[in-house]
């Protein structure tokens, strides 16, 4: 959704003990989280590959299983990956110096890339190498950066680490107002004082001991008011971000039901706020 050329480190509190950093999604629990933010992004925890629409939301064309967009560069990083796995030619290339442009400029525009959908839609289907180029950039783009960020605050839960992912697939992974970082921080300020839980994980923030549940529901308070009012225009269109606070009430479910720890199934909202249990798949 939202790509971040140059992610720069965001200085944030290590953990009490360096033995509770945790290594961040990796098997079970990375499965499920890809196959929640699916939900929110596609409807279902299918990986939707094939996925390609015009969302008028300011980022141009939304495709595949993150939602990569033309307007936002994490597109083009894909089909440059492709191009890679192909030599080059492939039903892409003569998009290239457009779609090129487009990323360059973080434009919304279309025109010039009529056929961009059915070419993405056609490959996503026949050709494993594209579905492998989508799996790539989504990992460094997304799971690794948020993994990073998630390690570096000490998290030691599955339903904290795959928060991170999710916003950072739909905020982006970067130090913006509206970016992961920039709600990381936002989030880290609120903490003036110790503030007890009772999860058994316990985080530094600005020297302060913060349970790390305690912690997830204001992030989730913070992620919320940039949801409802984003600090970048660009990512006003359309009023979009606003219409999927969902994203935020799924993790806020699944809190309530103390499911921190993610081992074979967890239990969430779907997109019209109805409960669903995601079970663990192979499928990474």
């Known amino acids: 959704m939202v790509y971040s050329k140059y992610i720069v480190g965001l200085t944030i509190a290590l953990p009490l003990l360096a033995t509770a950093v945790n290594a961040g999604l990796s098997g079970c629990a990375k499965s499920l989280a890809l196959q929640i933010t699916n939900i929110y992004e596609n409807g279902d925890t299918k990986f939707h590959y094939d996925y390609c629409e015009n969302l008028h939301d300011g980022r141009g064309f939304t495709a595949g299983i993150v939602g990569f967009c033309t307007g936002t560069s994490d597109a083009w990083e894909v089909i440059k990956v492709y191009h890679k796995l192909t030599g080059g030619n492939d039903a892409f290339s003569p998009l290239d110096k457009r779609l090129e442009q487009l990323a360059d400029n973080e434009s919304d525009s279309t025109s010039g890339i009529s056929d961009y959908c059915k070419i993405w839609e056609n490959l996503a289907k026949s050709d494993s190498r594209f579905r492998q180029a989508q799996d790539t950039i989504r990992d460094e783009t997304y799971i690794d950066p948020s993994q990073k960020q998630a ?80 600090r970048e225009e660009e990512n006003r269109g359309g009023n979009y971000w606003a219409q999927t606070v969902y994203r935020v009430k799924s993790y806020r479910y699944a809190i309530d039901k103390k499911e921190y720890s993610w081992d074979g199934s967890v239990q969430v909202l779907d997109n019209d706020g109805k409960p669903t249990t995601v079970r663990y798949v192979t499928k990474n």
């Open 151 to 230: 390690d570096q605050l000490g998290l030691r839960f599955s339903i904290s680490q795959a928060q991170l992912y999710d916003t950072g697939v739909q905020h982006g992974t970067g130090n913006d107002a509206d970016g992961l970082g920039g709600l990381i921080k936002r989030t880290n300020s609120k903490f003036k004082s110790d503030a007890s839980g009772d999860s058994g994980s316990t985080l530094n923030i600005n020297g302060h001991k913060v349970d790390e549940i305690v912690w997830l529901k204001k992030f989730l308070d913070v992620r919320t008011d940039d949801l409802k009012h984003p």
